[in-house]
């Protein structure tokens, strides 16, 4: 079992820049392939970025590529999402997420999400 637990979201002007941070539970947080997801009003949840286990690969969606980056840190059990350069459209609930599957848009957990809103 993985408890994860998201912050840093918040309000945000264009062209600004948030840190997520998302801390999990457990002694096998190296286990665990980590994705952060994003989901907007009346939208569909999407993958946004995911990090392998020993952090040694990245996927970026096209839309965030460039602006933003996934790190994690398995010493002290986080992942984290810079986003830079934030858009209006960047506007969502963001969750994290952990997985067994090393790559892909498969969950094994979630965290509760934070929202993060841009204003133009």
């Known amino acids: 079992q993985v408890h994860l637990v998201e912050s840093g979201g918040g309000p945000v002007q264009a062209g600004g820049s948030l840190r997520l941070s998302c801390a999990a539970s457990?002694?096998?947080?190296?286990?665990?392939?980590m994705r952060w997801f994003r989901q907007a009003p009346g939208k569909e949840r999407d993958l946004v970025a995911q990090?392998?286990?020993?952090?040694?690969?990245?996927y970026y969606a096209d839309s965030v590529k460039g602006r933003f980056t996934i790190s994690r840190d398995n010493a002290k059990n986080t992942v984290y999402l810079q986003m830079n350069s934030l858009k209006p459209e960047d506007t969502a609930v963001y969750f994290c997420?952990?997985?067994?599957?090393?790559?892909?848009?498969?969950?094994?957990?979630w965290g509760q999400g934070t929202q993060v809103t841009v204003s133009s």
């Open positions: 990090i392998t286990r020993s952090g040694g690969s990245t």
């Open positions: 997420a952990a997985s067994t599957t090393g790559w892909g848009n498969a969950v094994d957990y």
């Open positions: 457990g002694r096998t947080f190296r286990s665990y392939a």
